[in-house]
């Protein structure tokens, strides 16, 4: 493992004299350069970002996001997370996040990209108390489209864990090898086709779900696949496949947008959004 590197972070964040949010720890370096912080409304905004631009062989990310009772934070990373040729060591990325009691998280990440024989696990956790409520994004691509580089990856493994208020509410696993098969998510007369997630929750989102389904149906055409899972009466998430990037982009931005109504005092931010 000559050569890699091991980088562990964590934030969190809490509600001063005011009740206004601060980030009240903040620790990290080597992968993770943070920004410096700004308001809008009353949520605290910061950026994430890694220097190298991504992993290489053996490198290893531990990133863990405390949400204290009442505080409202939004994280994103405006580069993508590429993980590059890896000779002989796997890279692993730990993200865990912890969203107390009327707390409010929204996580805004670029799209992941397993490049050209990389070896990869992703691994990310996510613990809500009961009140808290979060809009959480998930983007994969097959690979380096611009470049060709779909499929060329040795082995990405991506593993998922929502409870709320103690329960489980999802549990996902997925392991692909293009020696074994490549992409599973094919569709008919695409090249490629990039997934994207956005996992809501919310203390009475089935109130919400007839708007939530209105969405999932706009959002379908030709050139995007979305569906809509109500898993809870609490926690729900949005699943889409596009052949290509820039129509994911625009979705996800389509979605966050219309979900004005159902998280009125957090609206769509464009800061937030990825160009």
């Known amino acids: ?27 990290g370096g080597g992968l993770f350069h943070f920004s410096k912080p700004y308001r809008y409304g009353d949520t605290l905004a910061l950026q994430v970002v890694n220097p190298t631009a991504g992993l290489f062989d053996g490198d ?6 405390h949400v204290r009772a009442g505080a409202q934070v939004a994280l994103t990373s405006p580069s993508a997370t590429r993980f590059y040729t890896m000779k002989r060591k796997r890279a692993l990325v730990r993200q865990r996040f912890h969203i107390e009691a009327g707390g409010w998280l929204e996580y805004q990440p670029n799209v992941t990209v397993p490049q050209r024989d990389s070896t990869v696990d992703q691994e990310i956790s996510i613990d809500l108390s009961s009140g808290s ?6 983007q994969i691509s097959p690979g380096r489209l611009k470049h060709g580089e779909q499929y060329l990856y ?3 493994s991506s593993s998922f864990s929502l409870r709320h208020n103690g329960v489980p509410q999802a549990i996902e696993r997925m392991v692909l090898e293009p020696h074994l098969g490549g992409w599973p998510l094919v569709v008919p007369g695409w090249e490629v086709a990039l997934f994207g997630a956005v996992w809501l929750v919310k203390d009475n989102l089935h109130t919400h779900f007839h708007t939530l389904a209105e969405i999932e149906r706009d959002l ?10 109500a898993l809870s009466d609490q926690v729900a998430v949005f699943r889409l496949l596009a052949p290509r990037s820039t129509i994911l982009r625009q979705s996800l931005k389509e979605i966050r ?10 609206p769509f931010n464009p800061r937030l959004q990825q160009p």
């Open 1 to 27: 493992m000559l050569g890699s590197l091991q980088s562990s972070a964590e934030l969190e964040f809490q509600l001063d004299d005011q009740a206004r949010t601060f980030l009240a720890k903040r620790r």
């Open 60 to 65: 290893r990310m531990d990133f863990d996001v």
């Open 133 to 138: 409520e979060m809009v959480f994004v998930d």
């Open 154 to 156: 040795r082995r990405f």
């Open 220 to 229: 379908q055409k030709d050139d995007l696949l979305c569906g809509f899972t």
């Open 257 to 266: 947008a219309s979900l004005n109504p159902i998280f009125p005092e957090h």
